[in-house]
C-alpha cells in the first residue's frame, strides 16, 4: 500500500494510538546549520501530551552523554536514559554476552567510552601510522614492512564505527584479527553517506569503513544499528514498550523505516535529510532511486514540524 501524506487527521489518530515515539536525530530533529524549525515545538508538544521521547542515532561519534548535551543545546529536552546509540549498544552487547579479551576498535571516543563503562579493555582508536613509510618506498618493501605489523595476542573482537583517522594500517590489522578463529566482528552502522543539505560535497559514512574491513576480511559483520533490530531491542527491554503502540520517525528508508517494519512499528519519513519526495514511489511511480529492500513509511511529511502544528491545539 501506498504512503500516506500526514494530515491533521492522521496526525490526531497517531497521538490517540501511540504512546512512545522514536525520532533519529541528523536530518529529522537538527542537520549541521541546527535544530531544523519546528522539530523542538514538536517534541514539546508530544511530551506535553504525556508521550514518551526517544533519541535513536546510528551515529557512533558521540556517547550517550555527548548526545544529551546536544540535545539540550539544540532546546530538546532529553535524558541520558532516553538516548539509544550505537556505542553504547555495541558496548552493552559484549557486556551482555560476558565477553572476555580486548577489542581493537577502528573508531573514535565516543566508542571507547562507551566500552570503559564495562570496564572492557580496548586499543585501536586514534591514528596510526606505518612505521618506517615515506614516498620513496616501493610496494615490495612496504609488503615488507606489512607483514612485520605486530598484532596483539589478546584482541578477540573487531569493533567498527565512524573513525576520522582510518587507512590502510587500521584495515590491515582489523582484517587481521578477524582471521582469528572466534573473533567478534561488530560494526555499529552501514550508511553510506551522512545527510548533507544544500551542499555538493558527500561525506562518506560508517559503512565505507565497516565495508573496508570486511571485504579484505571476508568476513560479515553483525550491525548493531539501524536496520537490524538490536536499538529497538534494547530500548523495548529497558523500558517495557509495546511495539504496537510505538513509532518511529527518520530520514532514510532503508534504516529508520526499515527497522520499523521489521519491529512492526508505526513509521513516519521526514524529508529533511537523506530521502527525498522523488524517492517515495508516488501515485504508482516507482522512482529509479527507489532500492530492493527500502520500506515504505505509513506516513511522509517534509518536516517533522507539521506534524508539530497539527497536534499543537490538542
Known sequence: MACQKLDRSAAEDLISEMDNFLFDCDGVL????????????TIAHLKRLGKKVYYITNNSSSSRED????????????????????????????????????VYVVGNPAMGKELDKFNIRHIGIGPDEMVNDDDNMNNSSRVEEW?????????????????????YIKILKAASYLQREN????????????????SDIV???????????????????????????TMFDTLSQANNLDPARSMMVGDRMNTDIYMAKRCNLKSLLVLTGVCTEQDLP?????????????ELPDFYADKLGIFGEFIAGL
Not at 74 to 97: K, M, P, R, S, W
Not at 183 to 198: A, I, K, M, S, V
Not at 203 to 229: N, W, Y
Request: aromatic letters at 10%; glycine letters at 12%; hydrophobic letters at 35%.
Open 30 to 41: 537538527w542537520n549541521g546549520r541546527g535544530a531544523i524549525p519546528g522539530s523542538v515545538d
Open 67 to 102: 548526545y544529551q548535551k546536544k540535545c539540550l543545546k539544540y532546546g530538546f529536552d532529553a535524558e541520558v536514559v532516553d538516548i539509544v546509540c550505537t556505542a553504547y549498544v555495541g558496548a552493552l552487547y559484549l557486556h551482555n554476552n560476558n565477553f572476555k579479551g580486548k
Open 147 to 167: 607483514l612485520k605489523t605486530q598484532l596483539d595476542p589478546e584482541v578477540n573482537c573487531v569493533f567498527v564505527g565512524f573513525d576520522a583517522h582510518i587507512n
Open 183 to 198: 573473533c567478534l566482528f561488530l560494526g555499529t552502522n552501514e550508511d553510506g553517506h551522512y545527510p548533507t543539505q544544500d
Open 203 to 229: 561525506i562518506p559514512g560508517t559503512g565505507t569503513m565497516v565495508e573496508a574491513v570486511s571485504l579484505p576480511s571476508r568476513k560479515k559483520p553483525l550491525i548493531i544499528g539501524k536496520p537490524e533490530t
Open 282 to 294: 508516488l501515485n504508482g511511480v516507482q522512482p529509479k532511486s527507489f532500492e530492493a529492500g527500502e
